[in-house]
């Protein structure tokens, strides 16, 4: 994520509620903003007014220090069959996982007025569908939840007729073990799930599960877990030598003893504002995804990330259509445009996360400074110690149960 792309996130964050201006002025003095540039920036969003109402998102990208990103200059593909578009399109995704301003690219170029949704987490996405949530069409589940989605017969089939961009995607990002043939899921981004610490507030270096389940007294209640329960009690299952998807009573025993050990050292369980705990300093320590590590270290450049010596996750995301998609045309359209070279180049360089698409990499439209970040991209050695977080079926009830015990004990 660039500078400019940190500047328009905290802007976005002010200015719907979630950051009061006392920390806005903070977070962007952080970023090396002096004062005059911040009161234009401030005035451009809306006046000097203590208010953190939500103003013209458009407002925070018209100034220098927020360089708006450039337009997409192209028009609808011949591909598309434009008489086939709907007006409206409803996209279910996870929080802080899109660079606002493709949508209105996407409503710009094909008249299609997209409404986002969002959840943070691949159970708190499946409980909604399975709950009876209707009239999303595109989702973006992770690998092990594309499984249990095909299993439950809720994917269409995807149209390469029109997911034309599908050429554009890295051949070592397609065929998945969760969708060998690519029939429901086009990648969309992919990372790893290790853990983010301050490195001014800590000055030895951190290298494994162990400092994050057994901490040093410094890290009382300043530490941060994703609120993930296989993220979570796969990080302490691979702290204890296990598989990541290891289901046995014994090991899950282990896991939990591991975790209640840990709670009061755990200031929040959150998956959508640990980069901001941990840039605030309220959090010395977190459990992050990549991208929220280059979100955290564009704003704070003590903050570093690290893959644990006993191995952490691998994931990749997903762009798949509903079966119950009310727009399923509209939708093949949306996610062919999601991975046109510049729309991937123009996301990535905001979201921060890796990208599989291949084109935007080699046309140079991500930053290079995260293509050439190893912590944003392992390299080969490193993999041998990631691992895939799989379906595990009925056993997933047992991680349910854990998981409530151990955030209401
Ligand atoms: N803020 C968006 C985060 C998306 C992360 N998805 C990763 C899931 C890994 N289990």
């Not at 941060?224 to 302490?236: K, T």
């Not at 798949?320 to 093949?332: G, N």
């Not at 977080?389 to 047992?398: F, P, R, V, W």
Request: net charge negative.
């Amino acid at each position: 994520m660039t500078r400019s792309a940190a500047i328009a996130r905290l802007l976005r964050q002010w200015q719907t509620g979630r950051m009061t201006r006392r920390e806005l002025i903070s977070r962007l003095t952080a970023l090396g903003l002096s004062m005059s540039a911040i009161t234009a920036l401030l005035s451009a969003c809306g006046g000097s007014s203590s208010s953190n109402q939500s103003n013209s998102a458009s407002g925070t990208q018209s100034t220098e220090a927020t360089a708006k990103p450039s337009p997409i200059a192209r028009g609808i593909p011949d591909y598309v069959d434009k008489t086939k578009l709907a007006k409206e399109l409803n996209f279910f995704n996870w929080s802080d996982y899109i660079e606002p301003g493709l949508l209105d690219e996407f409503e710009r170029i094909f008249g299609v007025k997209v409404t986002q949704d969002t959840y943070d987490s691949n159970e708190d996405l499946l409980a909604k569908l399975q709950g009876g949530a209707t009239g999303y069409d595109v989702i973006v589940p992770s690998d092990y939840t594309v499984s249990i989605l095909i299993k439950l017969n809720m994917l269409e089939p995807l149209d390469y007729s029109v997911i034309k961009s599908i050429s554009n995607i890295d051949p070592n990002n397609l065929k998945p073990y969760y969708d060998p043939e690519n029939k429901y899921s086009v990648p969309y981004m992919w990372g790893t799930s290790g853990f983010g610490y301050n490195t001014e507030a800590i000055k030895q270096e951190l290298s494994s599960w162990k400092d994050v389940f057994e901490p040093q007294p410094a890290l009382q209640k300043k530490i941060v877990m994703l609120n993930d329960e296989r993220e979570v009690i796969g990080a302490a299952l691979m702290y204890l030598g296990y598989s990541i998807n290891e289901t046995s009573d014994e090991a899950l025993a282990k896991a939990k003893s591991v975790l209640m050990q840990q709670k009061p050292a755990v200031l929040a369980y959150t998956s959508n504002n640990q980069t901001d705990l941990l840039v605030s300093g309220e959090a010395l320590l977190a459990h992050l995804w990549t991208g929220n590590y280059i979100q955290a270290h564009n704003q704070k450049s003590t903050i570093t990330y690290v893959i644990p010596k006993e191995g952490c996750t691998v994931w990749q995301d997903n762009l798949c259509v509903l079966k119950s998609a009310p727009h399923k045309y509209t939708a093949m359209v949306f996610i062919d445009f999601l991975n046109w070279p510049e729309v991937n180049g123009r996301n990535t360089n905001y979201i921060g996360y890796a990208s599989p698409n291949k084109a935007a990499r080699e046309q140079k439209l991500i930053d290079e400074s995260m293509l050439n970040d190893p912590k944003v991209y392992p390299p080969q050695d490193v993999w041998q110690r990631l691992q895939w977080i799989k379906d595990i079926g009925e056993a997933t009830q047992k991680f349910d149960r854990l998981w409530t015990e151990v955030k209401t004990a």
